[in-house]
């Protein structure tokens, strides 16, 4: 490992290749001091053989420009503290299986919180967004979320230098590239994405992971690390391996709990459960997301109220005693005027048939909030108006589900 003074400060350890890497970006010139452990004393890099054939393959300055003057700065220049203290100290590399659990529970707590933002404004901004999410592939899920959870990893490295996987286990990254640490932390996450995640791709992820984990071992650096980035990590005490580990399986934990529980939400979808409508003594069955529960409406109708949080949806079933003799367009235009001030419904009152009798359905949505859909299906019967209100939001009103709803609830009548 070699050390390097630039003006009056010491850098290093690095490794050969970061070195080399160093001198043909020219950020070393002749005149450097270097050490390593065998030297007695510091060195410059052109009385080197090793390193002078690289200096050998620089071009010359352009014709008519200027060499920037290097002071000579000799051995015996170079502050006491320098030779004696900080240069035989040499910090460590982190290794592969410190870095491995610091990367993954940062790259686990990041895409927790952005999924739980996401769904939190989806939830209430943007239900159809919630909806694909719900619906997509988990693996393109993963592969969309990598980059950006990457991305927010190096804002938190360029604003606060550590994360919380790094900061338990008290790894460093050091900057060997001179440009600025947002510059330098992005352009150091891009190429984990792509040298080391292999942009997601599980298969060739675990190629590329175990190719990094050789050189990391051997006490080289990353692919993407070389002659840019130094990551070093003294002696890890039991305590914070403890405090990692434990954080790590909390996380576990969480994260297998909050599956589980999507996963039940969705299976009550396909389960049924039994219903029977209080007036008329009728029986059904649906969808166990459904749950129900009876209210008294203002003007003493019967109503029935219904809630799915899964589907984000909500319903009600209601009958109320009409003149027999009433036509059912002109019960339906009535109820439409009397929900005006809280529903606007669009179009024409279509016609349909729902478990065998006659029916009429109309849709649009919440007066208040165009983006929540409404769905009005009303069947006259024997001096009676029955009707169903669909309330969605994210779902359209075609889904599979909502029509099954209806059905069941207008078959007990």
């Given at each position: 490992m070699w050390y390097y003074i630039s003006g009056e400060t010491r850098f290093g350890p690095v490794s050969q290749d970061e070195l080399v890497e160093l001198i043909r970006s020219e950020k070393l010139?002749?005149?450097?001091?270097v050490w390593r452990q065998s030297f007695d004393d510091w060195k410059r890099l052109?009385?080197?053989e090793e390193l002078a054939v690289v200096l050998a393959e620089l071009p010359p300055p352009a014709p008519g420009t200027m060499v920037p003057h290097i002071p000579l700065v000799g051995p015996a220049e170079v502050s006491d503290d320098i030779q004696s203290?900080?240069?035989l100290v040499e910090e460590p590399l982190a290794g592969p299986w410190a870095r491995f659990l610091a990367r993954t529970l940062d790259v686990w707590l990041i895409t927790v919180l952005l999924f739980m933002a996401v769904g939190l404004y989806a939830s209430h901004y943007a239900p159809e967004l919630l909806v694909r999410i719900e619906n997509a592939n988990e693996t393109a899920l993963g592969l969309?979320?990598?980059?950006?959870t990457l991305l927010i990893l190096a804002l938190c490295m360029s604003v606060f230098g550590t994360t919380v996987g790094k900061a338990l286990l008290g790894i460093r990254v050091k900057n060997l590239t001179g440009a600025s640490a947002l510059k330098f932390?992005?352009?150091r996450e891009m190429g984990v994405w792509v040298q080391g995640y292999a942009f997601g791709f599980p298969l060739i992820a675990l190629v590329t992971l175990f190719f990094q984990h050789?050189?990391?071992v051997a006490h080289s650096p990353a692919s993407y690390d070389e002659g840019r980035a130094r990551v070093e990590c003294g002696r890890i005490s039991a305590l914070r391996w403890l405090a990692t580990l434990t954080l790590a399986a909390g996380?576990?934990?969480g994260v297998v709990a909050l599956i589980v529980a999507a996963e039940e939400d969705t299976r009550q979808v396909d389960l049924v459960q039994s219903w029977t409508n209080p007036i008329t003594g009728g029986s059904t069955s649906f969808s166990r997301t459904w749950a129900s529960t009876p209210i008294e409406a203002e003007s003493g109708d019967d109503l029935f109220y219904f809630v799915s949080d899964?589907?984000?949806a909500e319903a009600l079933f209601g009958v109320e005693e009409i003149n027999s003799s009433l036509a059912p367009l002109d019960y339906a235009e009535a109820l439409e005027r009397a929900l005006s001030d809280d529903i606007t419904l669009v179009g024409q009152w279509s016609s349909l048939e729902v478990q065998g009798s006659h029916a009429l359905r109309k849709s649009g949505s919440l007066a208040s909030d165009r983006n929540h859909r409404v769905q009005v299906t009303i069947v006259l019967r024997q001096g009676r108006a029955w009707r169903t209100i669909i309330f969605a939001r994210g779902r359209e009103l075609t889904d599979t589900h909502f029509e099954a709803f209806v059905n069941a609830a207008l078959s007990t009548i």
């Open positions: 010139g002749p005149s450097t001091l052109d009385a080197l203290s900080q240069v969309a979320a990598l980059p950006v932390h992005i352009s050789k050189r990391v996380m576990f934990v899964y589907l984000m």
